[in-house]
């Protein structure tokens, strides 16, 4: 055999063997490169008779060719090879569909969120209440203005808010737009909760979260008085806890009510010896509440001549800290299954 033949069975043998483009390209450039073997033997030719020199020349461009179609052979195999591994890789078995999403609800079960919130609500559908839903995105007219705060109002500052661009419209900041849109949309008397996801501009720690949940609650009627609301909140706390809470009414602010109270509970977590929840005071700010202010009562389409009513703003996220022992507010929005699972199972 010529030793070009050697080169090529010789190159055959090698690549064989390769299992990567850039070994195969090394070896090509080993045979056909400016030092590779085959340019050694032309390089040779210079001393061969012009006889010899065109045999060879002939047989050396037939093994370059040889050699060049190989390695584009190669290459496309090794190419090929690398997109069906990736493929079975990615591969989706749409058979094991439904036992997939079998194991993922054993590992989620409900959001302890959802598992408090369905059981105020069936408290409040049992005492007659109904229950209401209302917008995220909400204009300042239902967040603020019906609420009896006024553009340029200092309240607006309790309640960092998240604009949208056009500075008209706003990720609610409280549930107490499902208040104005209840009244507008309903005649004395009556009484709802609308719980849901509120929004605010906030620093988060263990007790906030920029995204958190609140239970509203409205009554409005003729003869409605701070005894229902007191009625009302006692039996709902009673019924959360399944045991006396300590609980404590202390005066508060708020636009929309007057007189307003805030209603705090002793810290189950620590039991009023002080932690990261209650923020080191025993006691944990669970419900303001009050009178609504007559201003919001005509807001809502409705006479404060005749009728009044009762409002509460339920934190919703706090309660469902305090019912399970939960010490971070952050843990809710994690959608970390190891948290999820510890709830209950559908
Ligand atoms: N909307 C108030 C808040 O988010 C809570 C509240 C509701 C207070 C109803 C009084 C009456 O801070």
Same mark, same amino acid.
């Given at each position: 055999?010529? $030793?070009?033949?050697?080169?090529?069975?010789?190159?055959?043998?090698?690549?064989?063997?390769?299992?990567?483009? #850039?070994?195969?390209?090394?070896? +090509?450039?080993?045979?056909?490169?400016?030092? =590779?073997?085959?340019?050694?033997?032309?390089? =040779?030719?210079?001393? #061969?008779?012009?006889?010899?020199?065109?045999? %060879?020349?002939?047989?050396?461009?037939?093994?370059?060719?040889?050699?060049?179609?190989? @390695?584009?052979?190669?290459?496309?195999?090794?190419?090929?090879?690398?997109?069906?591994?990736?493929?079975? +890789? !990615?591969? @989706? !078995?749409?058979?094991? &569909?439904?036992?997939?999403?079998?194991?993922?609800?054993?590992?989620?079960?409900?959001?302890?969120? $959802? %598992?408090?919130?369905?059981?105020?609500? !069936?408290?409040?559908?049992?005492? =007659?209440?109904?229950?209401?839903?209302?917008? /995220?995105?909400?204009?300042?007219?239902?967040?603020?203005?019906?609420?009896?705060?006024?553009?340029?109002?200092? #309240?607006?500052?309790?309640?960092?808010?998240?604009?949208?661009?056009?500075?008209?419209?706003?990720?609610?900041?409280?549930?107490?737009?499902?208040?104005?849109?209840?009244?507008?949309?309903? +005649?004395?008397?009556? &009484?709802?909760?609308?719980? =849901? +996801?509120?929004?605010?501009?906030?620093?988060?720690?263990?007790?906030?979260?920029?995204?958190? /949940?609140?239970?509203?609650? *409205?009554?409005?009627?003729?003869?409605?008085?701070?005894?229902?609301?007191?009625?009302?909140?006692?039996?709902?706390?009673?019924?959360?806890?399944?045991?006396?809470?300590?609980? &404590?009414?202390?005066?508060?602010?708020?636009?929309?009510?007057?007189?307003?109270?805030?209603?705090?509970?002793?810290?189950?977590?620590?039991?009023?010896?002080?932690?990261?929840?209650?923020?080191?005071?025993?006691?944990?700010?669970?419900?303001?509440?009050? *009178?609504?202010?007559?201003?919001?009562?005509? #807001?809502?389409? %409705?006479?404060?001549?005749?009728?009044?009513?009762?409002?509460?703003?339920?934190?919703?996220? &706090?309660?469902?800290?305090?019912?399970?022992?939960?010490?971070?507010?952050?843990?809710?929005? $994690?959608? !970390?299954?190891?948290?999820?699972?510890?709830?209950?199972?559908?």
């Amino acid at each position: 055999m010529s $030793s070009i033949q050697n080169i090529v069975s010789q190159f055959t043998a090698d690549l064989e063997k390769t299992a990567k483009v #850039a070994d195969v390209l090394n070896l +090509k450039a080993q045979a056909l490169g400016k030092q =590779g073997s085959l340019s050694e033997i032309l390089k =040779g030719l210079k001393d #061969a008779t012009p006889e010899e020199r065109k045999t %060879i020349g002939a047989e050396a461009n037939v093994a370059k060719n040889q050699i060049e179609e190989l @390695v584009a052979n190669k290459i496309t195999a090794l190419e090929s090879a690398e997109i069906n591994k990736s493929l079975l +890789k !990615d591969k @989706v !078995d749409f058979s094991m &569909r439904d036992s997939i999403l079998e194991l993922g609800l054993q590992a989620a079960g409900m959001h302890p969120v $959802s %598992i408090v919130q369905r059981e105020i609500e !069936d408290i409040f559908l049992s005492m =007659g209440f109904e229950v209401l839903d209302g917008p /995220h995105i909400e204009d300042e007219w239902h967040n603020f203005e019906a609420l009896n705060i006024p553009a340029n109002h200092p #309240a607006r500052d309790m309640q960092d808010t998240f604009w949208f661009a056009d500075m008209k419209h706003l990720l609610r900041t409280h549930t107490s737009t499902i208040q104005v849109r209840g009244m507008k949309t309903r +005649k004395p008397p009556f &009484r709802f909760v609308g719980p =849901g +996801k509120v929004f605010r501009c906030e620093r988060t720690d263990a007790s906030h979260e920029m995204c958190f /949940h609140q239970l509203e609650g *409205m009554m409005v009627g003729e003869d409605v008085t701070i005894g229902h609301l007191i009625y009302f909140m006692k039996t709902l706390l009673s019924e959360i806890f399944k045991k006396e809470v300590e609980v &404590r009414l202390r005066p508060g602010f708020f636009p929309f009510v007057e007189p307003g109270f805030e209603l705090d509970i002793k810290c189950l977590i620590c039991g009023g010896k002080g932690c990261s929840v209650c923020k080191h005071v025993g006691w944990v700010e669970l419900l303001p509440c009050g *009178m609504v202010h007559p201003n919001v009562l005509k #807001a809502g389409g %409705i006479d404060p001549e005749k009728n009044n009513g009762f409002a509460f703003g339920l934190g919703l996220d &706090r309660l469902v800290m305090m019912r399970y022992g939960i010490d971070d507010i952050r843990l809710i929005h $994690s959608g !970390d299954l190891r948290f999820n699972s510890q709830f209950k199972t559908f």
